[in-house]
């Protein structure tokens, strides 16, 4: 086939880079790839830190993502479970307080149970929406990128905090209770 017979080209496909960057009107890219430097730069780019000669390799950001990304979603399972199982006891907050009485060795029965079903659901309660904004937190960390791992340790630490005071409350209240905690048992 001559040249006289190729059909005429519609996109360039037959031209030289050169004419290519000529038409597009873009500076020549391949010194910049050859040298590693953007083509009005005249400093050389600065090089990567040498690795120290001791001790393995530093994981890839990736792998860490992955790993943090596991230890927060574990801690949110273990989480979840906790709330499950804790929250529905602390309805019965009467029981629950007079069979810990018992477990510690206090002599006689919890009678505060007006004031227990009170606290009781109010330190449920105060259990699952802590929970509930600790996972929000977490996700929306995961979904930026950041590391999250640290938030549901810190968010169960807050919420038990609330949830103490909750349980404090009808405890101290409860005569037998009290007597144990200031005569020291």
């Known amino acids: 086939m001559s040249d006289d017979e190729r059909p005429r080209p519609q996109f360039g496909e037959y031209a030289t880079p050169e004419e290519q960057r000529a038409r597009i ?5 391949s010194w910049a790839i050859e040298t590693g430097q953007a083509p009005g730069e005249t400093t050389p780019p600065a ?3 040498p690795a120290p000669a001791w001790g393995p390799p530093p994981p890839s950001p990736r792998a860490m993502r992955n790993a943090d990304r596991t230890a927060t979603l574990i801690l949110l399972i273990i ?8 929250a529905y006891s602390y309805f019965d907050l009467a029981s629950l307080a007079d069979q810990a009485m018992k477990i510690l060795g206090i002599e006689g029965e919890f009678t505060n149970t007006a004031s227990a079903q009170l606290w009781g659901p109010i330190a449920a309660g105060v259990l699952i929406v802590g929970y509930l904004l600790t996972a929000v937190l977490s996700w929306l960390n995961l979904r930026a990128g950041r590391v999250t791992w640290w938030i549901p340790l810190v968010g169960a630490l807050v919420t038990y905090l609330g949830v103490y005071v909750c349980l404090a409350v009808p405890l101290m209240g409860d005569p037998a209770f009290t007597q144990f905690v200031t005569t020291g048992g």
Not at 25 to 29: E, F, H, R, S, Y
Not at 79 to 86: C, E, L, R, S, Y
């Open 25 to 29: 009107q873009q500076p020549d890219a």
């Open 79 to 86: 989480g979840a479970f906790n709330v499950a199982v804790t």
């Open 47 to 49: 090089l990567p830190a």
